[in-house]
């Protein structure tokens, strides 16, 4: 399961990679209002994302590895790629073979069995970031639970041009990381394919979640 503190640069050198990464100083704009950078040492990951090599090597699911106070950034990243459903194969060709490597590497949630893979893993990591939706490679790894009991806002910085995650409560070592993905147990089930047992929603039985029909093929990002 990957780790992520507030530290980014403490994963990196746990997971004893050459990470290519600008390392940024100043402000970023969140839901949560102005986080300040300037002595969190955090680095945006560029566009190759924590450099594919590694992103493929991850697991799904984050936690943190130090305890985490209310409104750490912990998370500073730039999109793979951003496409619709019309580029969505050309921009998958224009990847480098690693960049790829790691984009098949992500979940892809089918919503029908005919659904080709590509096109899945792309709705099923998509953010609503810009129109269309972006795939973030280290960011996807996020799971979900419901109102109150997610402990990370993310948000799109729009002058940095990278998607920004920060806590909302304290947060004790070692436990996950959670943002939410929506609200409605029928709109999760239809849209990502899992029954929410995080608690603070109602869920579904098995027979309700049987009788729910796959999410319609639509440009609207859920994330």
């Excluded at 399961?1 to 990196?12: C, D, F, G, K, P």
């Excluded at 029928?186 to 990502?192: D, I, P, V």
Aim: with cysteine.
């Amino acid at each position: 399961m990957m780790r992520i503190s507030a530290e980014v640069n403490t994963l990196l050198n746990l997971l004893n990679e050459d990470i290519d990464k600008v390392l940024e100083e100043g402000k970023v704009r969140t839901s949560l209002g102005t986080i300040d950078l300037s002595t969190s040492k955090l680095a945006i990951l560029n566009s190759d994302g924590l450099q594919p090599k590694l992103a493929s090597d991850l697991g799904y699911g984050a936690f943190a590895v130090c305890d985490l106070e209310p409104y750490t950034p912990i998370l500073l990243e730039r999109e793979l790629f951003n496409a619709n459903s019309y580029d969505l194969y050309k921009k998958i060709d224009s990847l480098t073979a690693e960049q790829r490597k790691a984009y098949y590497n992500l979940h892809g949630h089918k919503r029908r069995e005919t659904e080709d893979i590509c096109a899945a893993i792309w709705r099923t990591n998509r953010f609503s970031a810009r129109p269309g939706g972006s795939v973030f490679l280290v960011a996807s790894r996020f799971n979900h639970a419901c109102y109150q009991r997610d402990n990370v806002d993310y948000s799109f910085d729009k002058v940095k041009r990278c998607m920004v995650f920060v806590t909302k409560k304290k947060i004790s070592a070692g436990s996950e990381l959670f943002i939410r993905y929506g609200s409605d147990p029928q709109h999760l089930y239809a849209t990502w394919g899992f029954r929410c047992t995080c608690g603070g929603c109602p869920g579904l039985s098995e027979a309700e979640s049987k009788a729910i029909k796959p999410a319609p093929w639509i440009e609207e990002c859920e994330w």
